[in-house]
């Protein structure tokens, strides 16, 4: 059987053009604006990537930083984050859900428990920043027996020969980090460079789903269409910070944006 | 979980970095494993190497000035009345603290890797003001993280790490303090590790930071064993070796060379800072039961609450204020090799007072949680007991602060 997220691949590829991906702080502005935005952009979206915020994010720039702070401020807490999964996954068409932290809070939580969450709430895959390969095989099996995809990460850094043992423990989709740095930076590589990148990865294995984050805005995500998927995060945590700097309305503003990356990509 | 003997606490760990089989180990994103892979290789390649040995040795002598003193605390003894108090005083070191080992074993390894450019973290000032001048001293273009909170308090470190050409990057996140500074330290690599080495302040983050780290301060009880066979012509039957804990740095760095000993002979009592006696804060994961967590790359004891969120700390010692601990004082709890404890604010400041006042020394507010369980412990003991306090810091960074503080004292 396709999994979900493979199957927002498959049409998005049908469609000729590369899966569109957002990434949203779960709790951002609060529990309420995140799952409507989350509802206003699904048309537009092949699968929503979810953080739950973490207060040490090391991984993380400046606005998804600001994101998270805001969303715990609000007093956001794991089995809200599960709640809005849920909601989400009550409209129709609601697209894969992709969730994405620091291993703390899961372990935390306990993993069993989290995995069993996430059955429930229809979460379909899981990013988990701070567990690279190999410490992660343990837990990325945990997540396969419980139909959860578990992401894992590549880098530029990432060796040829640890590139094929990742991916040969991967699932459905794969997540290359298109530059050295934190999330939110400003792109430093070429999007020519980053593809060569890419094509490398795609290389080891061309059934595998590869997206390409990090960086990623209005101005650049058209360079990048020949990937199987592109991931917009900060620039739509920033929007969300402008409108509330502004008094505007963040669900509206976001969706906007949304619209225009697609647009770009099409 | 078992403590192995004649092999060295910071090797004592599995193949992916953990302790006991839980502490430690590299949490890090996959962006830093390469350069975590090659600084490993790096280091163990250097840490048998005859010449960078010989050269990391011309440098803790000449450089850092080698053995710091071991002496005995007349008059506070006298003043107590038990055991005899003596002090390692570490911040005869370069600097006025034991954080200049690290930094100069980081600036060398640095250069040897063909790196230009060092960058680290900082929360008294201690950890940022050494690597400034090590920075300084061997070339290479510094950057420091620290806490906005932690500027304003440690003035003094700060001025020394400009002086030394460092560029003092401070951090607004979170508390403004030493976990953030660290947070910001790592995104900051994990931006340029292609050009930059970063150096960890304390015997914390990802394992390869935790060895290098205990490694450098190792040197402390390297010293002290030798002093202490030299003053009692053998190592006597009671000691006791008192050691704040922030990180654990220095603690380790005290402990290493004694922890073979049956515990009965020589006790290792860490001390944690306990914060403000009227606050529900504090920066002791250790002694107040704190649970298993991650945090900057590593398992480790962590104050946090259930969902996994770091814990606000509080300390009038911004070197303590730290919410996690290093791996190896986990594993040293566990085994029940080591124990731990905590000091107050107020305790701290109160012993620094009584300290200062029978003894030409000069204990920053990290130690002086240290001398605060010394004078606590040691009236209760007899005379054949050997108190060592390791006086790992200066206080001229403290001068605010102990001037603020002293009067409500
Ligand atoms: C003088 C002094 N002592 C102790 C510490 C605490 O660190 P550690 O526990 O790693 O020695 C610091 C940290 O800044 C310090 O400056």
Redesign the interface.
């Known amino acids: 059987m396709s999994s979900p997220i493979r199957v927002a691949f498959e049409k998005a590829n049908k469609e000729n053009r590369p899966a569109l991906l957002t990434y949203t702080v779960a709790g951002d502005s609060n529990k309420k604006i995140s799952l409507n935005i989350l509802k206003r952009i699904s048309d537009h979206v092949d699968i929503c990537e979810i953080g739950f915020p ?8 400046g606005q998804i ?1 600001t994101s998270s ?1 805001r969303a ?1 401020k609000k007093g956001i ?2 089995n809200d984050i599960f709640e809005i999964v849920k909601n989400y996954k009550k409209i129709k068409d609601a697209k894969p859900v992709i969730l994405m932290g ?8 306990n993993e069993n428990k989290f995995l069993r969450k996430c059955k429930e709430s229809g979460v379909n895959g899981l990013i988990v ?5 190999p ?1 992660n095989i343990n837990f990325a099996n945990k997540c396969k027996k419980n139909l959860v995809s578990f992401i894992q ?7 040829l020969k ?1 590139l094929k043992k990742i991916i040969k423990d991967s699932h459905d989709m794969i997540y290359y ?1 298109s530059m ?3 999330t939110g ?1 400003k792109l430093k590589v070429s999007p020519k460079q980053i593809l060569s990148n890419y094509q490398r990865i795609k290389k080891i294995d061309n059934k595998k789903k590869c997206v390409i984050g990090f960086g990623i805005t209005e101005k650049n995500i058209d360079k990048l269409k020949s990937a199987d998927g592109i991931v917009c995060g900060s620039i739509i945590c920033k929007e969300i910070t402008k409108s509330i700097t502004l008094g505007q309305n963040p669900v509206t503003n976001v969706s906007k944006l949304v619209k225009k990356l697609k647009k770009k990509i099409i | 979980m078992i403590l192995k003997k004649k092999v060295p606490l910071i090797d004592q760990h599995d193949k ?1 970095g953990f302790w006991g089989g839980k502490f430690g ?11 975590i892979d090659d600084l490993t290789i790096s280091f163990n390649k250097l840490r048998k190497n005859k010449i960078f040995l010989k050269k990391k040795n011309f440098y803790f002598k000449n450089y850092i000035g080698t053995p710091t003193r071991f002496i005995k605390l007349e008059n506070l003894s006298e003043h107590l009345g038990g055991a005899q108090i003596w002090a390692k005083v570490v911040s005869d070191a370069n600097g006025g603290a034991h954080k200049i080992y690290n930094a100069t074993v980081h600036a060398l390894i640095c250069k040897s890797m063909g790196k230009k450019y060092i960058v680290g973290d900082t929360g008294a000032g201690y950890a940022g003001k050494m690597l400034s001048m090590a920075a300084k001293k061997f070339g290479l273009k510094c950057k420091i993280f620290m806490g906005a909170k932690d500027i304003k308090r440690q003035k003094p470190n700060c001025d020394a790490m400009r002086k030394n050409g460092a560029e003092i990057i401070p951090v607004t ?2 508390s403004q303090t030493l ?1 953030d500074a660290v ?1 910001e330290c ?2 900051y690599w ?5 050009t930059t080495h970063m150096c960890v302040g304390s015997t914390v983050g990802p394992n390869i930071f935790v060895k290098i780290c205990g490694w450098s301060t190792s040197q402390i009880s390297k010293e002290l064993k030798i002093q202490i066979k030299n003053e009692f012509k053998k190592i006597p039957n009671k000691i006791k070796l008192i050691n704040c804990v922030g990180g654990g740095s220095s603690a380790y760095g005290f402990w290493s060379e004694f922890i073979d000993f049956p515990k009965k002979q020589i006790e290792l009592i860490g001390v944690e800072a306990g914060g403000p006696k009227k606050s529900k804060l504090h920066a002791a994961p250790l002694s107040k039961g704190a ?1 298993l ?5 590593a398992a480790s004891y ?1 104050c ?1 609450n ?5 814990n606000e700390t509080e300390s009038i010692s911004a070197g303590l204020d730290y919410p996690g601990v290093s791996p190896i004082h986990c594993f040293l709890k566990d085994t029940k090799r080591a124990i731990y404890t905590y000091a107050t604010d107020e305790e701290a400041l109160k012993a620094y007072k009584l300290v200062t006042k029978f003894e030409s020394l000069n204990p920053s507010l990290e130690p002086s949680h240290a001398f605060a369980e010394a004078i606590k412990i040691s009236p209760k003991l007899t005379r054949d007991t050997i108190v060592i306090v390791n006086s790992c810091g200066d206080a001229k960074k403290d001068r605010d602060i102990l001037k603020m503080r002293l009067k409500t004292i």
């Open positions: 973490h207060n040490t994010p090391i991984a993380d720039g930083q702070y715990i807490k794991i620091y291993y703390n809070m899961i372990y935390q939580y920043v701070d567990l690279p390969w410490e990460l590549l880098s530029p850094t990432t060796s640890r980090i050295l740095s934190t930076g | 992916y180990g590299s949490y890090i994103p996959e962006t830093l494993k390469k350069p996140t979170g976990v947070s790592m995104r994990v931006s340029n590790c292609d649970k967590g991650v945090l900057h790359g962590v946090q259930l969902e996994g969120q770091i």
